[in-house]
């Protein structure tokens, strides 16, 4: 079993990597430590010994109602050593429900059972003995996705009849498949439960939401945290961050002479931006090599110094010209800053800022590790003025309905065409998206 | 709170002292790793939250009846994330009887009805808030004291009154005390339950044996475990070990030149049997300084290399002369053949080896790592001509009888003192000692 | 002095700057390791005792004599320590020559004397007391640039009065400076000799190159190894990068739907080529966060792994089209390949590779780690049908007439407008660029 | 070749043993870091590329005239790199006499040239190509000894015919041979150059002293530094450690209940003062496991820590007894104080120290690192009443000519009885000790 924390690169190690193919089956979750704690005490996967044997937990995201479920579980009399979820939902499974025989647990009976105690944020493995259960809550609020390993002679003969599959990947992102050899599969649904052995994929359940709620797939995964070539619902990431761009040429156009990106992550926006308004794409940053991504630094003072140390300036490139930086979110404020300052000093004549998400207001409280409300910039006084506070010519952000649309149009767009075809699948699952850190707007009541 | 796993000058660091001071109160408790894992995950005081705040439980010794217990938690469906009597302990404390009210967690009763549970073998700390809980087997199998911390300026002062109490430490053995500058107070005894705050320590109960059942504290303790200047049952570990080398020159005399020993923990022997037979002590081998004890080391390979490069040869002291060579305990056998080739190839010419215990035949279930039946040289056929086997030119060891009256003579004679002083005091605890490892009679029943 | 080996960000650690802002100067050469041999004995930098206090020296090159100089010395008495052009240097300026009288060293005239001893490749900076000596060799082989730390206070103020001078930094790439807050001053010219106080900065002497001899700064500093907003000889590397990308359209244009990059080194040329012939330019691939730079990593087997697990496919951007893939160079042919197998997996209809250099075909003797001549792709037999070998639709590489012009145009052209304007400066220097690894024509007889 | 630094067990790794035994030959010495700095720069070998090619230089000792050589190599243009005096002796060595031929390195001649220019204190080997040569100063002021590797197979067999050699090793105490199974072969004399190869050990030359200067091995290798069970000069040091106790016995009785030892370095002399006197040699001290030797600890707090942390104390031993108490030497006075602070607490009725060897007072320029004279005790106004000072009830130190006679009449006995044996061996050598620190009388002139 793969146990670890850190980026998936360390993660998956070769040794690691050389025992997945010999088991066929492994679990591993691995995302930016959100809780901003990385204590050992909270690495995954989470293993206990029950009358059954042992399991091992893996999981992403945070449970709603913790709180209320570890009180619940200490009432019962159960001593939880760490903090961490994993513990939680690894002792609510092993409590035995009165409904099944002592012989032969009823996993699926219990993880349903989990998942009538708590409605979302999880994607969750199991794994007992040689089965693993992937999982992901009814409103499927974080991702889960399945790779499949081939055997590497046939790894280049993609959907030739010689490749053979080797076993079975679970991740958070589909774009980690390619760097381990496998291939994605399919998404896991939301409210899914499936059964992943040696040879097979199955769907075992899926538990509804309630009458009328719409899935809650975190939309700030589209915006920033997901790699660029992750596919989430069908769609590539890189896509909706283009179109949020061309999005945003729409809303808020600016008369000037290049468009250009704080690289690498708002490039998508850029290059969609200056498509759709017709001004040329010119590189004004250079990415200073083997500096970390500013957001994954837990500590302030780090990310300050990150900033300072992360770019170099192409002078060359702007020098007396009108720039419109794309940047794809502003949430403290104290990254473009110092950004600007430099392009000004390095002689741009403007500087127009345009973001290609909408102002961040409200916190996360489903397993993203948003700033508090004090530290949001689009919660300060200096917000009503803001291209004075972080001294740009002007600044614009994407609409909310700009993002949804950006998001949700070719969903719909694939959706009406499967209806269309397959007339006998009735009822469309309805599709919508967690936008609650920027509407405050959240897909459960908060104390469910 | 001090957590950690070592040798005892590694945990109680400065660091955890200052802190200690600060708070009056700390567990800890370190012995040699005697189950032979030394896993992070086995690392103690083991801590959960539980309905009524943090409890923090560190012990010494082995659950008689562990598996057994396992079991009755998983059954409960508690599951369980290490192998460690520890979280087994702070489990079943956390595990709420039904006696108790919700608001107010009677921890004695919880005490208790794990004393229940288990009869043998542990000495442990719980810790709750600001009072700690140390509890002793009703066996006494394993040792507890506890000692005082005292301020600086009045350390010397020893009894004067100006010394004042600043906290207290509970430790397995006395000697700890005096390098974190507190002084020994007293024994926990068998079944006792010590409720530990700032200003007091106070008795809370002591947990009745079935009738008839004499204490069980380790004689092995005295043999071999403990450091000699720690004071079990009113004596010192010293002196018990020089009655033992006294009586051994009573039970198996013989005509040499000089008497000498396996350094160090074999010289309060070697010092009692020349003082008994009136041959002269002299030293024959000196410790290779910074090679760690034998015993320790929990790998085999290691300790093969270690005993090849523990000690040098004083040939001058011995050249030509007849040894008789007193080791503290003869285990497997293959630490003791080396020395005696060496010593040969050095100059001896006889050497008699006398061992101060007698031959350990029976594995302990009471969390002493003995080696396997297989491993111990007493089961193997060599045994039976054991000094041809190791190369000695005799080899006898102290009888049962002989260790036992070494051990338990003084106590004896003090409590009969005491008895004649106090007449009112009419049930005399019935004093006795584990010698399941020499004997195979264990104070309870294996499958209790 | 600021002593280390590693990355820049590393090397000048908070701490070590904070140290310079206090010394006011300080040495520290940092490149990439590019003998392969990134051992401590090669740390820099080297620093000796002599007759006259410490000396320390840095330097970044390799000298053309090494081997013969070694002897030199050896055969003078002095053993030699490590194998490094470091040790090298700082013995033969700690040799007095007989001209100097022996209170005081005259450190001009020893460095004169090393470069009369050796004429390429190296940049070196000595440091005596707290003087330090800049040095670039008579060709200019190797970068060398000095920048100026200003007080914190005037750093935005750049160029206005209130802006102090705190400290003078020494670095191969100008890009350098930036990140510690010093800003760009000028280069080391070639031959140069330049003392650096606190207070001033002096040309001492400039050694000249035999006559007729021109300039011989590293035309692969271009295109693979500065950072692309490092200034050299008057021009941002960028700006070169992207003209050699359009100069690559006009010599081999090709009829597709879309320009793409190997990100991130090839973007400036792939941008400047989509310019130029008109092509979209549209992204294919992103690149796998926190994996390092693949020439830097000094094993085989690991460059091998890091290319597999480097980049991700944006496969929505190219299916069906047909892809122009620029390149900036192609060394071994074992990246590449991969990729293109990749993009064509992933739906690409055709793939044809464009590489913004010449191709690789002698060893370098002056400090840069080419691998050897059997390793280089263009010494292949697999070169004359290079397409196929490595799976393209098509290849071209950039010629060298069109490398040189894409570098020295501008260069010339500034120099001849200067000249125009001080027509009393009537020599103009020679400038030329070592092309040895792509032509074999190397700047110096190599056995000089 | 073995190349470190740190105690012995460590240095001679398993794997550096097993490449010993491949390559029959090799060099490192391991001292207490005696100079007080522990940094790598001083690690020895030190080993430099000569004409010749590489040489390997180990030493032990301090050249008494270092600064002056130092001087002398860096006017010849030579520039260190170090401190040490093995980087001196290499660049000595490395250094072309004139009289040599350029093909033909006579290192034998370079030796003596080095032997010539500095008298004392160094014991070295310098390893070329398959050869290894082992010096000892003219004075024998350090000590330096051969071993001979035997075939596993042939250990026990100590003088048999079928023991073979499989290579040599040099150390500075015998004591080190044992634990790698290697056996004393001899001493190397005073002023000797020894050859060592695959298969012989030869004497090339033996460089005299001037004529009527006695040899002078440092005498406190006797009282302190050495191992007991090494041997120097044909006598086991714990022999004449015991002969220290036994004339201290003589010179300074006194009247008490039992002699002991501070463990473990006293104990010869204890146990010699005992058995002279006719009192019991009984324990009071027990060593804390693991704690290291005091005087190696660098650092002055660890030191004091250490000494708290050091004993155990054996109370029921002498509660209410008159004790001596046999030191080893006493330096500074703050070791000794708080453990007779510790015995009276426990029940000591009287402690009397005596010291088995002179009060130390001077300097030791000869790679001893003995504390500055403030630090010494001896030097310290409190010297004229010790005892008040430390608290005992009175304190004697052995007479210099006590122990002068405790380590020279065996040797001056053994000599007469060869002289006898071999009248023809006329000129006998003169032997005397360096007691430089104990009377300041220092065997060469210091500004040699």
């Known amino acids: 079993m793969v146990l670890g924390m850190g980026l998936i690169n360390h ?11 010999v088991a066929n089956l492994g679990i591993g979750h691995t995302r930016y430590s959100t809780s901003g704690i990385s204590e050992l005490e909270n690495c995954q996967p989470f293993v206990v010994e029950t009358l059954h044997g042992k399991i091992a937990v893996a999981h992403n995201g945070e449970l709603i109602n913790a709180k209320q479920l570890r009180r619940k579980l200490m009432r019962h009399g159960v001593g939880l050593s760490t903090s961490s979820d994993s513990e939680l939902i690894t002792q609510l499974l092993a409590f035995t429900p009165p409904l099944e025989n002592d012989d032969t647990p009823d996993w699926v009976a219990r993880i349903k059972n989990l998942m009538n105690e708590t409605p979302t944020s999880y994607s969750l ?12 809550d009814p409103y499927g609020n974080r991702p889960l996705c399945i790779g499949r390993l081939i055997s590497v002679g046939s790894m280049s003969g993609k959907g030739k009849k010689n490749s053979e599959t080797e076993g079975w990947v679970v991740s958070s992102e589909s774009c980690s498949f390619l760097s381990i050899g496998a291939q994605y599969y399919r998404e896991v649904l939301p409210g899914e439960i499936v059964k992943i052995s040696r040879y097979e994929v199955q769907t075992l359940d899926v538990v509804p939401r309630p009458e009328g709620d719409p899935s809650a797939f975190c939309i700030f995964e ?20 283009r179109r949020c761009g061309q999005q945003l ?12 990106t704080v690289p690498e992550s708002a490039t998508p926006a850029a290059l969609g931006y200056a498509q759709k308004c017709g001004l040329p794409y010119v590189e004004v940053l250079c990415k200073n090599r083997y500096v970390g991504r500013t957001f994954i630094q837990p500590n302030m003072r780090l990310r300050q110094l990150g900033v300072a140390k992360k770019f170099g300036v192409l002078s060359d490139n702007f020098k007396g010209k009108r720039i419109v930086l794309i940047d794809d979110s502003i949430v403290r404020g104290n990254t473009i800053s110092p950004i600007i300052k430099l392009l000004r000093e390095s002689g741009a004549k403007e500087v127009h800022i345009r973001v290609a998400s909408p102002p961040i207001k409200f916190p996360c409280y489903m397993g993203i590790n948003i700033p508090t409300k004090e530290e949001l910039i689009a919660n300060k006084p200096e917000f009503h003025d803001l291209a004075k506070y972080i001294g740009a010519d002007s600044v614009v952000y994407l609409s909310v309905e700009g993002l949804v649309s950006s998001v949700q149009d070719s969903i719909k767009a694939r959706q ?33």
């Open 222 to 241: 589209y915006v920033y945290f997901a790699r660029p070539d992750s596919i989430f619902e069908g769609q590539m990431v890189y896509s909706v961050r």
């Open 249 to 260: 040429a729409v809303e808020a156009p600016v008369e000037a002479d290049l468009v250009s």
């Open 416 to 448: 009406e065409n499967q209806n269309s075809l397959k007339t006998n699948k009735s009822r469309v699952r309805k599709i919508g998206h967690c936008t609650a850190c920027l509407t405050g707007e959240y897909p459960v009541e908060l104390d469910w």
């Open 125 to 136: 493995l199991m794994m007992h003995k040689d089965i693993i259960y992937a999982v992901r």
């Open 11 to 21: 993660v998956f190690s070769e040794d690691s990597l050389k025992k997945l193919k």
